[in-house]
T-cell receptor, first 115, second 109 residues
């Protein structure tokens, strides 16, 4: 079974631009979560989607948004990019078969550099 | 929110040595995962272990949920074990994981 895939793997943007990152979960997984990793703040939760609905959101400004499609694929968008948005963006998927916690599986990440 | 502390922050070993990494958390959890982050940034699942003990080859993990800590044991270290090890916890039904700051492990040949 294929793992979590993320595209693109690397991205360079300039301040003020917007960017869209894509994540395809493991087949059959219905929950997709996004995380940001920076040297200063470490790994931080952005948001989680399930059945095309945002179920949980971290403490990030409204410039960070996401969505989930009916096939469970997810995209996240960052508008009006700032230098501090340079980071590794990681996507994770889980079965979300019920109310129980489950193993989350991570993709390879997208490295975003904002100049 | 829940706090996660990992120790030590850095660990340097000779190949063949054993090591223990610790993860303390501030509240009850129903998800605890250990990850190894490879040089390209991907988080590789090592264990899903909200309680109890598990072993996988040279690696094993123990979580004592009542005392709010987890330990990752690496025996007979190899240079390929080098990298950053993260502990992450979750509570309730939300899939949100809270990560520790990691342990940077360097195994010297």
């Amino acid at each position: 079974k294929a793992g979590v895939t993320q595209t693109p793997r690397y991205l360079i943007k300039t301040r003020g631009q917007q960017v869209t990152l894509s994540c395809s979960p493991i087949s059959g997984h219905r929950s997709v979560s996004w995380y940001q990793q920076t040297p200063g703040q470490g790994l931080q939760f952005l948001f989680e989607y399930f059945s095309e609905t945002q179920r949980n959101k971290g403490n990030f400004p409204g410039r960070f948004s996401g969505r989930q499609f009916s096939n469970s694929r997810s995209e996240m968008n960052v508008s009006t990019l700032e230098l501090g948005d340079s980071a590794l963006y990681l996507c994770a998927s889980s079965l979300s078969s019920g109310t129980y916690q489950e193993t989350q599986y991570f993709g390879p990440g997208t490295r975003l550099l904002v100049l | 929110g829940i706090q996660v502390e990992q120790s030590p922050p850095d660990l340097i070993l000779q190949e063949g040595a054993n090591s223990t990494l610790r993860c303390n958390f501030s509240d009850s959890v129903n998800n605890l995962q250990w990850f190894h982050q490879n040089p390209w940034g991907q988080l590789i699942n090592l264990f899903y272990i909200p309680s109890g003990t598990k072993q996988n080859g040279r690696l094993s993990a123990t979580t004592v949920a009542t005392e709010r800590y987890s330990l990752l044991y690496i025996s007979s270290s190899q240079t390929t074990d080098s990298g950053v090890y993260f502990c992450a916890v979750g509570s309730g039904s939300a899939r949100q994981l809270t990560f520790g700051s990691g342990t940077q492990l360097t195994v010297l040949p």
